[in-house]
C-alpha cells in the first residue's frame, strides 16, 4: 500500500516533510532508478544495473543469497573493478528460481550507499567527532575494561544480530563467554524465540519442520499470523503452487491482509485469542472423530489432557471470545480434515504475546491431532524474518543458550571448553563469582534484548546480577523494534555509553537525549563479507563477498577480533581459527562450529560441501531440493540441519523433520527423546519403529557410550572413537563415533519418543487462554485471568497486575481500540536500511495507522488526516491515518519499520552528517505496551490497546 499525503505534513514529519515531487527531486532518484523499482510490477524481473556502471574492465560473476527474509532467495551479483555494477535473480536457484521482491530487487544499493557510516565516529560535546580505527577501539575498550573493574561483566549489554552470517554469530555469542556474560541476545528474542521453546518442547527441535517447496505437496494451509505476501513474498511463488495443485487455503488473522486475498477463506480473530481458536478446531475434530487415532497412539504423548482442555471451549464460548462464529469454525475443521496432508505457517502474529509459547504449542497440537507431521506436505513452516535469524539461533546467540542449544549448565560449558580447548576453569573465572537469586552467572540465563533497558533502570537489588548495565552494544538491531519506547530512551541516556556497531547509524544513536559517548563502529553490509546463512527451512547457504568493504567499513567478525585483541582474550577467542592480519579466517569459524554442534547436526556441513552446493544451485530439484545428479548427488540443498556425524559421513540433510518413511542416512527421523524415557509411570517412548531400518524396532532413549555397550555394539567404534566417546553421550562425542554406530544400525542419536502435548516444566503445562495485559474485554479477565507477577530469569515481571491496574482505572474504556502492528513488504526491521534506500523509500513514504472506517468516522478522521495514538502507558505518536475495512471496527494496525521522529520530536538533527534516512516517522513501538511471555520473554507487540485523536 502507499499513502500520499493531502496537506502538507509538517506535524507529523517536523522540517523533513516533502511530498513526492520534493522526495524525488532531494532523493536524487533518476529515471533509471525508477524504471528499476517498477520492473516488478511488470511480471517478469530484469536485470538491475548501477547508475554508475560505467568503465571498462572483466564484469566478474558473484554468487549472493539476500539479506533481507528467511526465504533465501539466490542472487547473481556482477561485479567490475570492485564495484558492484549490477545484478539479476538467480533463476536457477532451488529455493528461489528467480523470484524477488522489492528489497531483493533493491539489494545493489547497499554497497554504494551515501548514507552509510563512513567511519568510526564519537558524540562529544553534542558534535560527532572522526576516529580512528585504533581510537575507537581503544576508546571503548578502555570504558569496557574500567565498567567491569567497578561493576563486573555483567554490567556489558551484547545486542547481536540475525543479519550476522552463522560465523559472526558463532564468534559474537563466544566473545560473550571469553568476556565472562550471558547477556548477549539478538532478534530472534523479539521474533520467534517462543516458537523455539514451543516446538522444541513438544516434538525435540524448535525449528520450521518441512520447507518452502515442500508446500506445493500440500492439500491444505492454515496461516495464523502470518502474511508472506507482504514478509516473504518469494516464498509466495511456492504457495501458490500448492494452490494450483489444490490444496485450500484458510488465512486467520484480525486483519484483511494481502495473503487474506489468496485465501479459500478467511478467519478473523480478536488479537490474542490463538488459543481458543485453536481449542475451537479441535473441538469440531474430536467431537466428528477426524483425528488421527492410530498416530496419535503410535507417536503422541498426553493427548488425552487435550481433548479434556477442549472441551472447556464449546463453539458458544470460542465466538465469545475470538468472535468467530460457530458455522465458519465447523468449515474451517472440515475443510482441514477432509485436505491432508496440511501444513500450518505462523509467524510473529502468533508469536509476540504474552502466551506466545502456549499459541506455538497448540499450533503443534492441531498438526498431531491431524496426524500432519513427518510427511511430505504437512509439517510446521515457521517462516523466520531475517536472512539469518535460524542460523543465529542455532548458533547460540542467546541470552539462556550456547550453541547447538546446549543450555548453560556446566557440562554445556565444558562441552565447548573442549571444542574451543580451553580450561573450562579458566572460562568459569571470567565470569562473575557467588550466586544471585540462587545462581552462579555463567549458569543464569542472562537478561533477554527485549527488556535490556529493564537491565538499565531496574533496582540493582532486584537485579539477578551484581549491577545495572551501564554500557550495550547496538551490533546489527536497533532499538525501534522494542516495546515501550519511553523506557528505551531514558534507558539509552542512562548508560556510561553506548556502542552502535552497524552499516547505517541506528536510531540507537540519536535517539537519546546525551552529549557523549556515543559511539558508531562502522560494520560493512553482508556482501562485503563471505560466509554461511540459514534459510527457514535449516538450508544453509554460502555466500561469495561480493566487493570488499567500502568506506572505512570492517567485517563484523575483524571487529569482533580488533575489540578481543584490546580485551586480553583474542588468542583464546582464536585459538583454532587462523587470523589473516587483524581477519579470522571465516573457513576456520566454520569447521569449529561443526566441531561442536552434534546435538542439531550441524556437523556435516564444512565449508567444501556447502561451497560445491553453492556453485550448482541448477543441479537441485525445486520440488523437493534434492540432487539427483552433478557433484553433489544425492544431498539435500544447504545440507539442512540434522546433517548427522563428520562431513566425512556424507550425511545428505534432513529435507523433512520427524520423517520415519526414510532410512536415517537417507534423511529419515522421527521424535526426539529429549524429555526422558517416562514421566510419572507414563511411557514417553514411541511404540512405532521410528525411521525406517531402525534395528531396535521400536522407541528408544538416547543414545550413550553405556548404550552402545550394552547394545553389543560398543565394538563397532574405531579405537580412536571409543576413547574419545569413553563417558560420553551422543551430543557430547567429539569424534561423532556414537552417531555414527547409532547411523550404522538404522537408529537415530537422539532417541525415539512420543511428541508431548503437555510440558509440565511451563507455567501452563497445557496450553488454556489468557486474556492479554492490556484488553477491551474486562469480561473476561476474571474467567481468563494472566499469570501472578513473577521472576523471570534476572528480571521481575509483572502480569496480574497490570491486568488489574487495567480495570481500576478503566484503561480499557478510556483506551478502547485494540491495536495490532506487522510489517510491510518494502521496508524490514527496525527500517534503518530500507529507508536509507532511496527505491525503497520512493515506495512508502509515511507512517500509518489502520483504521476502520466506524472509528474514523465517530473521530471526525478522514482519509489521511493527521492523528495523535495515545498509549494507556502515557506515551503519544503522531501519525497519519489510512481509513480502510482491511481492520474491523474496535481493532487497529501499524507497521513497526520506522523511526526519526520521537513522540512529534524530530531526530533528523542528531544525526551525523549525510546519515538521515529518506524517510523518518514514529515508532509503532513507543507506544506499545508492556508485556512478556514467562518462558522466553518475547515481547508483547500483537495486542494492546488505544486511543486515536485527529491532531
Not at 525449528?207 to 496461516?223: E, P, R
Not at 490444496?247 to 479459500?264: E, L, S, Y
Not at 472506517?853 to 506515551?875: Q, Y
Not at 533528523?908 to 523518518?920: A, K, L
Amino acid at each position: 500500500m502507499k499513502l500520499t499525503a493531502k496537506v502538507p505534513n509538517s506535524a507529523v514529519t517536523p522540517k523533513s516533510s516533502i511530498d513526492r515531487r520534493q522526495f524525488l527531486k532531494r532523493a536524487g532518484i533518476t529515471t533509471g532508478g525508477l524504471a528499476a523499482v517498477s520492473m516488478l510490477g511488470g511480471g517478469m524481473i530484469k536485470r538491475v544495473e548501477a547508475s554508475s556502471a560505467k568503465g571498462t574492465g572483466p564484469v566478474d560473476t558473484k554468487r549472493t543469497i539476500c539479506s533481507h527474509c528467511s526465504v533465501g532467495c539466490g542472487v547473481y551479483a556482477q561485479v567490475r573493478n570492485d564495484v558492484w555494477v549490477g545484478h539479476e535473480p538467480a533463476f536457477d536457484h532451488p529455493i528461489s528460481r528467480g523470484g524477488h521482491c522489492a528489497k531483493g530487487a533493491s539489494l545493489i544499493h547497499h554497497t554504494h550507499s551515501e548514507k552509510r557510516v563512513k567511519y568510526p565516529m564519537k558524540l562529544e560535546g553534542g558534535k560527532w567527532k572522526k576516529l580512528s580505527w585504533d581510537e575507537a577501539i581503544n576508546q571503548v575498550g578502555d570504558l569496557m575494561l574500567k565498567i567491569r573493574q567497578e561493576s563486573g561483566p555483567d554490567s556489558i549489554f551484547f545486542m547481536g544480530s540475525a543479519k550476522f552470517s552463522n560465523e559472526g554469530c558463532y564468534l559474537y555469542r563466544k566473545f560473550a563467554a571469553m568476556w565472562g556474560t550471558n547477556n548477549i541476545d539478538h532478534s530472534a528474542r523479539i521474533c520467534h524465540s517462543t516458537t523455539v521453546a514451543g516446538v522444541a518442547n513438544t516434538w525435540g527441535y524448535g525449528a520450521m519442520t518441512n520447507s518452502y517447496n515442500d508446500m506445493h505437496n500440500c492439500k491444505s494451509m492454515i496461516f495464523i499470523g502470518s502474511n508472506p505476501a507482504e514478509a516473504h513474498p518469494v516464498s509466495l511463488q511456492h504457495i501458490l503452487i500448492g494452490k494450483e495443485r489444490g490444496a485450500k487455503i484458510v488465512v486467520v488473522d484480525p486483519r484483511f491482509t494481502r495473503t487474506a486475498a489468496h485465501a479459500h477463506e478467511y478467519v478473523h480473530i480478536r488479537p490474542g485469542t490463538d488459543i481458543p481458536f485453536i481449542y475451537g478446531l479441535l473441538w469440531h475434530i474430536f467431537a466428528n472423530n477426524w483425528q488421527d487415532d492410530d498416530f496419535i497412539r503410535r507417536r503422541v504423548w498426553a493427548m488425552d489432557d487435550i481433548q479434556a482442555e477442549v472441551q472447556n471451549y464449546p463453539p458458544a464460548e470460542v465466538e465469545n471470545i475470538t468472535g468467530v462464529p460457530e458455522k465458519q469454525m465447523y468449515e474451517v475443521a472440515k475443510m482441514l480434515a477432509d485436505n491432508r496432508p496440511g501444513t500450518i505457517v505462523w509467524c510473529m502474529g502468533g508469536t509476540q504475546h504474552t502466551v506466545g509459547n502456549a499459541n506455538t504449542r497448540a499450533y503443534c497440537i492441531l498438526q498431531l491431532a491431524l496426524g500432519n507431521m513427518g510427511m511430505s506436505g504437512g509439517g510446521a513452516n515457521i517462516f523466520r524474518g531475517h536472512d539469518n535469524v535460524q542460523g543465529a539461533t542455532d548458533l547460540g546467540l542467546l541470552f539462556d543458550n550456547l550453541p547447538g542449544y546446549y543450555g548453560l549448565s556446566d557440562g554445556a560449558w565444558k562441552h565447548w571448553s573442549r571444542v574451543w580447548e580451553l580450561d573450562y576453569d579458566w572460562v568459569a573465572n571470567r565470569f562473575d563469582q557467588g550466586t544471585y537469586l540462587g545462581k552462579k552467572p555463567i549458569n543464569a540465563a542472562g537478561i533477554p534484548c527485549s527488556r535490556w533497558h529493564d537491565g538499565v533502570m531496574e533496582d540493582p537489588a532486584k537485579l539477578g546480577q551484581k549491577d545495572n548495565i551501564r554500557l550495550a552494544f547496538y551490533w546489527g538491531q536497533s532499538v525501534n523494534t522494542e516495546t515501550r519506547g519511553r523506557e528505551v530512551r531514558k534507558a539509552l541516556e542512562k548508560m556510561d555509553a553506548v556502542v552502535v556497531v552497524d552499516p547505517y547509524p541506528t536510531i540507537a544513536s540519536v535517539l537519546a537525549d546525551r552529549k557523549d559517548n556515543v559511539f558508531i563502529l562502522p560494520a560493512c553490509s553482508q556482501f562485503e563479507t563471505y560466509g554461511s546463512v540459514t534459510a527457514s527451512n535449516r538450508s544453509i547457504q554460502w555466500r561469495d563477498r561480493v566487493v570488499n568493504p567500502v568506506f572505512e567499513s570492517k567485517p563484523d567478525h575483524e571487529i569482533m577480533y580488533l575489540l578481543a585483541k584490546k580485551l586480553g582474550f583474542a588468542d583464546q577467542l582464536c585459538k583454532n581459527i587462523k587470523v589473516n592480519g587483524t581477519e579470522p579466517l571465516v573457513e576456520d569459524i566454520t569447521r569449529e562450529w561443526n566441531r561442536g554442534m552434534w546435538t542439531i547436526g550441524m556437523t556435516g556441513q564444512s565449508p567444501e560441501r556447502l561451497k560445491v552446493h553453492q556453485q550448482n544451485w541448477n543441479t537441485f530439484s525445486f520440488e523437493d531440493l534434492a540432487a539427483p545428479g552433478g557433484p553433489a548427488k544425492g544431498d539435500t540443498y544447504g545440507l539442512p540441519w540434522p546433517c548427522w556425524g563428520t562431513p566425512e559421513l556424507n550425511h545428505p540433510g534432513t529435507h523433512i523433520l520427524y520423517d520415519t518413511s526414510k532410512n536415517i542416512m537417507k534423511g529419515g527421523g522421527n521424535f526426539r527423546a529429549r524429555f526422558g524415557v517416562e514421566y510419572e509411570g507414563e511411557n514417553l517412548l514411541a511404540d512405532d519403529p521410528g525411521s525406517l531400518g531402525n534395528e531396535l524396532g521400536g522407541g528408544h532413549p538416547e543414545f550413550t557410550a553405556d548404550m552402545l555397550k550394552q547394545l553389543g555394539w560398543w565394538s563397532d567404534l574405531t579405537p580412536a572413537e571409543q576413547q574419545a566417546a569413553e563417558g560420553r553421550n551422543w551430543k557430547t562425542d567429539l569424534s561423532g563415533g556414537i552417531q555414527r554406530v547409532a547411523m550404522m544400525h538404522g537408529c537415530i542419536p537422539y532417541g525415539n519418543a512420543r511428541a508431548r502435548c503437555k510440558v509440565w516444566t511451563f507455567p501452563d503445562p497445557v496450553p488454556v487462554h489468557r486474556e492479554p495485559l492490556y484488553t477491551v474485554r474486562r469480561d473476561l479477565v476474571k474467567k481468563y485471568p494472566n499469570i501472578d507477577d513473577r521472576q523471570v530469569h534476572r528480571l521481575p515481571t509483572l502480569y496480574k497486575s497490570i491486568q488489574d491496574k487495567v480495570i481500576a482505572e478503566d484503561l480499557d474504556k478510556k483506551f478502547p481500540l485494540i491495536v495490532t502492528t506487522g510489517r510491510l513488504v518494502e521496508y524490514e526491521g527496525g527500517g534503518e536500511e530500507t529507508r536509507s534506500n532511496p527505491w525503497l523509500a520512493e515506495l512508502q513514504q509515511i507512517m500509518f495507522v489502520e483504521m476502520n472506517p466506524a472509528d474514523a468516522a465517530s473521530r471526525g478522521i478522514n482519509e489521511g488526516d493527521k492523528v495523535t495514538l495515545h498509549s494507556p502507558e502515557g506515551a503519544v505518536i503522531h501519525i497519519q491515518a489510512l481509513v480502510t475495512e482491511r481492520v474491523p471496527a474496535g481493532e487497529c494496525f501499524m507497521p513497526y519499520h520506522f523511526a526519526g521522529i520521537f513522540e512529534g520530536e524530530s531526530l533528523v538533527p542528531r544525526y551525523p552528517e549525510g546519515t538521515v534516512p529518506y524517510i523518518q516517522g514514529e515508532s509503532a513501538n513507543t507506544a506499545m505496551t508492556y508485556g512478556y511471555d514467562p518462558v522466553t520473554q518475547m515481547q508483547e507487540t500483537k495486542v494492546s490497546i488505544c486511543q486515536i485523536n485527529r491532531a
